[in-house]
């Protein structure tokens, strides 16, 4: 993990109840290791932000929409 995934990681894991820790942390790694790889799409990020937004504390939700927003914006082009 780089150091702004480790950043984002945290974000998200402190937004999610307890009973979807072990599922974020799966889902992230997943994630992150598709970007390592370079494999990592917009589909992708669509759908990892459509299974967060089900998991997020409903008093964070909006916080986790802008962040991921922000994360968006900084993706290459596919």
Do not use: C
């Not at 979807?20 to 589909?43: P, S, V």
């Amino acid at each position: 993990m780089n150091p702004g995934q480790e950043q984002f990681y945290h974000f998200i894991l402190e937004r999610v109840g307890e009973e979807h820790q072990n599922t974020i942390k799966e889902l992230m790694g997943e994630n992150f290791k598709k970007q390592a790889e370079g494999t990592f799409t917009r589909d992708d990020m669509v759908k990892t932000q459509e299974a967060l937004m089900k998991m997020v504390k409903p008093e964070a939700l909006e916080e986790v929409k802008t962040a991921m927003a922000h994360f968006a914006s900084q993706m290459k082009p596919e």
